[in-house]
DNA sequence: ATGAAAGCGCTAACAT
DNA sequence: ATGTTAGCGCTTTCAT
């Protein structure tokens, strides 16, 4: 076995209790007997067993984090930042894909709800009354949803949407497609809602699609069928799928139509033409959110949403309307 | 406090070990009582608490999965993997990043060996003797680095370069260039062994190079000045920007020059041209190193090295030599 | 400043 | 088949 906290504690010659002590209230224990403690534990190579201190202490310095699909090239950079944030703060962190399944999604908090502190959930699959009715058991923080009553970091796509339209506009298109996502996605609600409000630009909807290279790849019929010159996508895959459907059929990106993506996942800057997109701070995204769960988890719950800005990013997916 | 063990005994008016037993040992316990403490536990909503139990099982139902950069498109579809493979088991996850730096992969693992029953290293950073002497901490699997003496899922790059070179002869390419990677990697050291090995056709060492796109871009003029027409990238990534710099450079794929990758990466698939590649099976991977895992966490480590075949796949990038 | 004792939630001999 | 007891590694009163 392991050593553990009675071994140092017959190497020192104290109690368990000081040792204890040693560690985790310096302030209690002599400073000679501390460095004492602290040098022998350093020899045998102890490291506190965090599981049987959180039996007492009630916190596991454990959190959970739970995606839709970790393959999906949004994820892993929020993720690791998220990984990364924990780590600075002595937090460990299960990760979790639950495969897009509400159901798994559940029992996945359920098991994983004694061994942490507070669950991360990004873009839950689950309706809001479940999560209202979980998080009696876990302090949450939702990511990429909206779930009142409960801390929230969103990514404000609205704006981003506005700021793709005005560069289309900026451009000379002056009828403009949004192909837009699940019809679930409140992502694809917002950016519908922000591209109706604009003005000075014909915005016609195609969708609901799946938001996936195959659903841009499908919606591109529809999209010549517009008389689109200039087309915003549900995300960079959809684009991208959108770009090579549309040059099935003959048109060029950006000669013939202009595309923008939104989320700026690696595959955008990758393909060619280089994907004009609506980048999520994803990384800061992730970051936050560990911020705030740990905050939450030992004062109240801010309940507040946090709004992260986006930005759009010309590459080379757009260009002048032509006549 | 969350229900336990002891609320679920008084609702049912038996013991607190009548109710582990009814969890852990359901043939030690009267069919009747048996059904009607599960059914109270149920409606009280009790979930045993795994880190109380490790405490004296000595089994935390948790593993360790550190890589070296999630966000690196490679290790996703391997982590999803192992994750959903883990779960199959009730196992859950940690899963770490280190940043590609060998003292957080060290200080990771020493303070997660006491919550995990084993660790999946995947292309550790950390020395073979450092290695050495981790494992008397905590089971490890090594994914994608040879390790004597460990438990190893190696995929095998050497028959996947011979298949790309043979791809490459095929097409017509009398001289070919590889396009190596870090000095230390085991792919590249594989890769190259088994180009050097091959007859009917000049091979031309180029590198080491950076694992990136940038690397691959800077090898660009490298690889025209070697007179190549056929080009093995270390990976994807590599290929991509190689592609790119090619292109800077006037040089066309695959009309001038044929470019393969390794890996198998989602960007590959969606760049233009489209990746000719050899696929890693990382999905795999991350599912036989769980099971080899769990499997050496309860009986003595077979130290085999498991090595999973690779594959060509053709797509855009590949084609016939011109004179 | 330190020791003694109790207890966190659970399992595992040992009794009965 | 079930209850009793001890104990996993640690923290936290409560004494001294």
Chains 1, 2 share one sequence.
Request: proline share 6%; charged share 20%; aromatic share 4%.
């Amino acid at each position: 076995m392991a050593v553990t906290i009675r071994d140092v504690a017959e190497a020192s010659g104290v109690h368990v209790s000081t040792v204890s002590r040693a560690f985790s209230a310096p302030h209690l224990v002599n400073p000679e007997t501390r460095t004492r403690v602290l040098a022998i534990a350093e020899d045998l190579g102890y490291r506190p067993n965090r599981a049987a201190r959180a039996l007492t202490t009630g916190r596991t310095h454990n959190i959970g984090l739970i995606v839709a699909d970790i393959a999906n090239p949004f994820f892993p950079p929020l993720i690791k930042a998220a990984q990364a944030q924990a780590r600075l703060r002595d937090y460990h962190v299960f990760v979790a894909d639950t495969d897009e399944d509400p159901q798994v999604e559940e029992d996945l908090i359920q098991t994983l709800t004694k061994q942490v502190d507070g669950v991360l959930l990004c873009s839950p699959r689950l309706t809001n009354r479940t999560i209202e009715r979980l998080r009696e058991e876990v302090p949450f923080v939702v990511v990429n949803r909206r779930a009142k009553g409960l801390p929230t970091v969103l990514m404000d796509v609205g704006r981003g949407a506005r700021l793709a339209v005005e560069h289309l506009t900026a451009l000379g298109h002056r009828r403009i497609a949004l192909v837009t996502g699940p019809s679930g996605s409140w992502t694809s609600k917002e950016m519908q809602e922000a591209a109706a409000t604009m003005s000075d630009v014909d915005v016609v909807f195609l969708g609901p699609n799946p938001p996936t290279e195959l659903g841009g790849l499908a919606a591109a019929t529809d999209v010549i069928a517009s008389g689109a010159t200039g087309v915003l996508a549900y995300n960079d895959l959809v684009a991208i799928g959108l770009i090579e459907g549309l040059a099935e059929r003959g048109k060029n990106v950006p000669g013939d139509v202009s595309v923008i993506g939104v989320d700026d996942i690696v595959p955008g800057r990758l393909s060619r033409p280089k994907l004009t997109t609506i980048a999520m701070p994803t990384a800061a995204a992730g970051r936050i959110a560990v911020d705030l769960l740990l905050q939450s988890v030992d004062s109240a719950a801010t309940a507040a949403a946090t709004m992260l800005e986006t930005a759009l990013i010309v590459r080379e997916s757009t260009g002048k309307a032509h006549r």
